[in-house]
């Protein structure tokens, strides 16, 4: 896999499920990979890319910036409040906004700021203990708090669990976004990006298709 095939494929997937060419955006996922297969991704031109830790991203961001200019980052993995100021000055998206304690500090931090990155608020469709996310059952009171804090939610995120079929759980992310409305909803991974784009995702979160298989340690 590479580049232009998985913009090919996101191309088919939206021509297949009546959607405007380019509606959708491509994340290119770059945690852990090494800097030249980055580079490579950033010499043909991509510019949007995801992280999954405010650490990471805070070493290797700054100096691909200086060199290619402006990117857009997402922060897709778990934000503790303690590296919340830096990750909002790094990250362009926000994707993990999971807990009304988080949501208090970014708030304190956008007016301290004067500034906030957009963000989604990542919701745990499959209920799984382990993994971060707001219930379904608690999303809209959620998402109404945050907006009373004059937070910029622009939409909702999810990671299906791995046993389950991805669409039922992209389709009812599209739901809870759709009764709050909200536009974006960042949705898929390298196995099942095009299902996502059928049930409506607007961004997809695309790492090992693209770079290769991330190296183990
Ligand atoms: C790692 C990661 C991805 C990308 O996964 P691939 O299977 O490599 O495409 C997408 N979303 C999140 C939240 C991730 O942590």
Do not use: Y
Request: aromatic fraction near 4%; charge should be negative.
């Amino acid at each position: 896999m590479s580049l232009s095939d998985i913009r090919q494929r996101i191309a088919a997937a939206e021509r297949k499920a009546d959607r405007p060419e380019g509606s959708v955006e491509l994340v290119a996922v770059s945690k852990k990979q090494p800097d030249e297969r980055v580079l490579s991704v950033l010499e043909q031109g991509h510019r949007v890319f995801g992280e999954n830790r405010v650490q990471e991203a805070q070493g290797k961001w700054p100096a691909f910036r200086e060199q290619f200019g402006d990117c857009m980052l997402h922060l897709i993995g778990p934000l503790q409040s303690n590296k919340a100021r830096v990750a909002m000055e790094l990250f362009d998206v926000i994707e993990v906004l999971d807990r009304p304690k988080l949501s208090k500090t970014l708030a304190r931090l956008a007016q301290e700021l004067g500034s906030c990155p957009d963000l989604l608020v990542q919701v745990n469709t499959g209920e799984e203990p382990q993994k971060a996310g707001i219930l379904p059952a608690d999303a809209d009171a959620f998402i109404a708090d945050c907006l009373a804090l004059d937070l910029p939610i622009r939409g909702l995120m999810c990671i299906p669990p791995v046993e389950e079929t991805p669409a039922l759980h992209f389709a009812l992310l599209a739901k809870i976004a759709e009764r709050n409305g909200l536009d974006i909803l960042s949705m898929g991974m390298s196995g099942d990006f095009e299902t996502a784009i059928a049930t409506g995702a607007t961004h997809v979160r695309v790492g090992s298709a693209i770079f290769g298989e991330r190296p183990t340690e």
